[in-house]
């Protein structure tokens, strides 16, 4: 069964970058059909994806965080990872990684999106505050 | 952004009952493209039921899916203890976003 483990600080200032990485074990990013990305989950909240990447390095953001988003993926060390910049306190939360299955996105002058998460890691909780 | 709202809140049952909880989309979800996941505290989120009705992988039977366009359901037949979670629902119909109910919390009464 692969696995999926985040890492990174826990720790963010206000108006710095937030930087995550989610290390895939037991499943190779670049040989399989599925896509990879983010979710968070403030404190006794609900959750938000975040975006996804593909091992091809094509990325799909959530329309509300794309100004700060940059999601990438690095096929040599099976490993891909999240900057989200211009934090404050509302980017508090639980962000897990996670596979997603499904079927392609269909893009035109959008993109839509067909998938769930069916694997995730623990999740890792980043707090911002000075 | 198509809103899901689940229903109710809060559903406290004991073991051995019925669960029966409702997911509603502010606009057809396109196709049957909803999945379920139960969460427990401090845990990440595990996919249960996917294309609205399609037991993932090692789930119990007693969980089961329903439903198509703006209404769905999950039921679960008889509550055993481990059961006792919070549930969300998660569109993926062909939206520019991809989105999550607010959850339903199911206690033990």
């Known amino acids: 069964q692969p696995q999926l483990q985040e890492s990174g600080p826990g720790l963010v200032k206000p108006s710095e970058t937030l930087s995550l990485t989610c290390t895939v074990s037991?499943?190779?990013?670049?040989?399989?059909?599925?896509?990879w990305g983010w979710i968070r989950q403030p404190p006794g909240k609900g959750l938000e994806w975040i975006g996804t990447v593909f091992y091809s390095g094509t990325t799909y953001y959530n329309p509300s965080l794309k100004s700060r988003l940059t999601i990438s993926v690095d096929t040599s060390k099976n490993q891909f990872s999240l900057k989200l910049n211009s934090v404050t306190a509302a980017d508090t939360a639980v962000y897990y990684c996670?596979?997603?299955?499904?079927?392609?996105?269909?893009?035109?002058?959008?993109?839509?999106?067909?998938?769930?998460?069916?694997?995730w890691g623990r999740g890792t909780l980043v707090t911002a505050s000075s | 952004e198509i809103v899901l709202t689940q229903s109710p809140a809060t559903l406290s049952l004991s073991s051995g009952e019925r669960a029966t909880l409702s997911c509603r989309a502010s606009q057809s979800v396109s196709g049957i493209y909803l999945a379920w996941y139960q969460q427990k505290p401090g845990q990440a989120p595990r996919l249960l039921i996917y294309?609205?009705?399609s037991r993932a992988t090692g789930v119990p039977d007693r969980f089961s899916g329903s439903g198509s366009g703006t209404d769905f359901t999950l039921t679960i037949s008889r509550l055993e203890p481990e059961d006792f979670a919070v549930y969300y629902c998660q569109q993926y119909g062909g939206s520019p976003q991809l989105t999550f109910g607010g959850g339903t919390k199911v206690e033990i009464k």
């Open positions: 294309d609205a009705s």
């Open positions: 037991g499943d190779s990013i670049n040989q399989s059909p599925y896509y």
């Open positions: 996670a596979r997603h299955s499904g079927y392609p996105p269909y893009c035109g002058d959008d993109c839509y999106f067909y998938w769930y998460f069916d694997l």
